[in-house]
């Protein structure tokens, strides 16, 4: 069985074509899994490969949730929105 190697920051950025300022300040927040080599990041590779996963393939869920599924084919009744009238600044006296 053979380990992939944990990223550097610089090397992530790279494949994800960012800057290694922007990992470091990911991880900083806790929005990126890592663990520290003394004051060096390191992000294991197989958090990457999920984080990328979950980016690349939507989920079937989040398509039906969607709030625009596209033009109107149907007889569906249409909301018509219009622009409330302006109001007028009370005069001061």
Known sequence: MSETRPFTPETLAERWGGS???VRNQCSAGTLPH?????LYRI???A?????A???FPSDASAE???STG?????????ALRHAPERRRKQRP
Do not use: D, L, M, N
């Open 20 to 22: 290694a300022a922007s």
């Open 35 to 39: 663990f520290r080599f003394g004051r």
């Open 44 to 46: 294991p590779a197989r």
């Open 48 to 52: 990457v490969e999920e984080i990328e």
């Open 54 to 56: 979950c980016q690349t």
């Open 65 to 67: 949730a969607s709030a």
């Open 71 to 79: 033009p109107s084919t149907g007889s569906e009744p249409v909301i």
